[in-house]
Nanobody
């Protein structure tokens, strides 16, 4: 199970930090470190899109071009959490943000194409950036 927190309303140029806590099968037996983790978002009327991911082993990070240089993904395997620090927010960042993961030891490339019908997803959290 994945649970997001930290969303809300922020003016353009502001910052927010999203956090995702993993429990259940993903986190049992200290297996969280075996999962690449990602953040996705979905704006009204648009398809869900990949935002950022962090590799299960190497810690390599990958970002969508639209957020590169503004967002930072990080993980704490001891706490079973993955965070998304969002700076210099823009109105076009407004969306519901989802934490997600695929099967163990998934590559970032595979994770970035994860469909809503597969893998494990959080319930989503609203981020609204006012202009």
């Amino acid at each position: 199970q994945l649970v997001e927190s930290g969303g809300g309303l922020v003016p353009a140029g502001g910052s927010l930090r999203l956090s995702c806590f993993a429990s259940g099968g993903i986190a049992s037996g200290r297996t969280f470190s075996s999962y690449s983790m990602g953040w996705f978002r979905q704006a009204p009327g648009r398809e869900r899109e990949f935002v950022a991911g962090i590799h299960w082993s190497f810690g390599q990070t990958y970002y969508a071009d639209s957020v590169k240089g503004r967002f930072t993904i990080s993980r704490d395997n001891a706490k079973n959490t993955v965070d998304l620090q969002m700076n210099s927010l823009k109105p076009e960042d407004t969306a519901v943000y989802f934490c997600a993961t695929g099967p163990p030891r998934t590559s970032i490339q595979q994770l970035s194409s994860l469909s809503p019908q597969s893998g494990s997803w959080g319930q989503g959290i609203q981020v609204t950036v006012s202009s």
